[in-house]
Nanobody, 125 residues
Framework: QVQLVESGGGLVQTGGSLRLSCAAS????????MGWFRQAPGKERVFVAA????????AYAASAKGRFTISRDNTKNTGYLQMTSLKPEDTAVYYC??????????????????WGQGTQVTVSS
């Protein structure tokens, strides 16, 4: 059993930065892929980024590439999403998730077994 708690969301102006954290309980987190997804009001939850347990493989959605960086520290059971050059269209609730997901399955929410409660990111124009 893994529990995930996101933090670091908030209100930021266009062009600003935020770093989201995902703190995990349970020893299996370090063996699982970690993903970040986001959901804007009235829209589906979509993939943002993911990283394998070792950090050896990672991927980004096109909207995140070049602006967001995913990382993890397995010694702290914590994952991160560094977001820079934020835009109003990045406004959403951001969720971290984890599970036994291979790199080909990164973008599929159904592959992730455990989810956090989400943290709100609001980018003002």
């Amino acid at each position: 059993q893994v529990q995930l708690v996101e933090s670091g969301g908030g209100l930021v102006q266009t062009g600003g930065s935020l770093r989201l954290s995902c703190a995990a309980s349970g020893s299996t987190f370090s063996r699982y892929t970690m993903g970040w997804f986001r959901q804007a009001p009235g829209k589906e939850r979509v993939f943002v980024a993911a990283i394998t347990w070792s950090g050896g493989s990672y991927a980004y959605a096109a909207s995140a590439k070049g602006r967001f960086t995913i990382s993890r520290d397995n010694t702290k059971n914590t994952g991160y999403l560094q977001m820079t050059s934020l835009k109003p269209e990045d406004t959403a609730v951001y969720y971290c998730a984890t599970g036994a997901v291979g790199s080909t399955g990164f973008p599929q929410p159904t592959g992730y077994e455990y989810w956090g409660q989400g943290t709100q990111v609001t980018v003002s124009s």
